[in-house]
């Protein structure tokens, strides 16, 4: 029983520390044209108001929707939160947060004859649902600040993220230094429009939701484009591989090394 009490009392400390390293993420709001998007904003360590930075955009996956404006957080906000990560690296971070009726990027889900999905489709003239939208309008104001270093941002996302993140890519190649989409998917055909942008794909193996073969069949269109790419699978991993990606030793170095041109 007093083992028992000292974990829960661990486990609660935990929770709490989390909270609070959370707090460094500051609530923000961005309204256009009627439409709100909920976001948590990371300012650089030590910021300098007479310097630029780099931007790092991350779109979460499909059960951290909502409107609290903190699920967000839950993969990947504690990564950007190590001190000395922070001081090798200042940046501005963003996790917005999509709504739980609405998507990043659009598509359609594939269903058998019982009604189970079996895939994803998706079409080139789709329109761009508005929180992807509101994430495209809330990057262009921060860059109109001068704030951010407009040749240093860059976006990543996991799972109906990673969906976002090769949309992004595809819509706005102008924008973006790099981008990592974790166990994303997407119309691979799009990968000639942002060929030019290095990109970092990750993807578990054995993944139940999102098959393999999309982030498998975008590596082969970019490489068949000999653009800079590179691709990660993590054999025998379900879907959660962002685990294994937030342990990456080298995606922070990679990611920030990357300048547009």
Same mark, same amino acid.
């Given at each position: 029983?007093?083992?028992? +009490? /000292? ?12 909270? #609070? ?9 961005? $309204? ?5 998007? *909920?976001?948590?904003?990371? !300012? ?12 790092? $955009?991350?779109?979460?996956? !499909? %059960? ?7 699920? #967000? ?24 947060? +999509? ?5 990043? !990027? ?20 789709? *329109?761009?649902?508005?929180?992807? #939208? ?20 860059? $976006? %990543? ?14 819509? /706005?190649?102008?924008?973006? !230094?790099?981008?990592?989409? $974790? +166990? ?19 993807? %578990? ?24 790419? #590179? ?31």
């Amino acid at each position: 029983m007093k083992k028992l +009490c /000292y974990l829960i009392i661990f486990l609660c400390m935990q929770q709490f520390a989390q909270a #609070q390293g959370y707090d460094a993420y500051t609530r923000e709001t961005y $309204i256009h044209n009627g439409d709100t998007l *909920r976001y948590r904003m990371l !300012a650089p360590l030590n910021y300098d108001v007479h310097k630029s930075y780099p931007l790092v $955009i991350f779109l979460h996956g !499909a %059960g951290e929707r909502g409107r609290d404006n903190a699920a #967000q957080l839950i993969h990947g906000g504690s990564l950007f939160l190590e001190d000395s990560l922070r001081r090798e690296y200042p940046a501005f971070v963003i996790f917005p947060q +999509c709504p739980s009726d609405s998507t990043w !990027a659009p598509f359609h889900l594939k269903r058998d004859s019982t009604g189970k999905v079996t895939g994803f489709d998706f079409l080139a003239a789709d *329109r761009q649902p508005t929180p992807g #939208q509101l994430v495209k309008s809330l990057l262009d104001s921060l860059l109109a600040t001068h704030k951010v270093n407009s040749k240093k941002v860059y $976006i %990543g996302g996991l799972s109906l993220g990673g969906m976002g993140t090769f949309d992004m890519l595809a819509r /706005y190649p102008k924008t973006w !230094a790099a981008g990592f989409p $974790i +166990c994303g998917a997407g119309f691979a055909e799009n990968a000639k429009k942002f060929a030019k942008i290095p990109v970092w794909i990750f993807h %578990g193996g054995a993944d139940p939701v999102v098959p393999v073969t999309y982030s498998q069949n975008y590596y082969k269109a970019l490489k068949a484009l000999h653009a800079d790419v #590179q691709y990660t699978e993590y054999p025998g991993v379900g879907h959660n591989s962002w685990d294994n990606v937030f342990a990456e030793p080298g995606l922070l170095k990679w990611l920030f090394s990357n300048t547009k041109k």
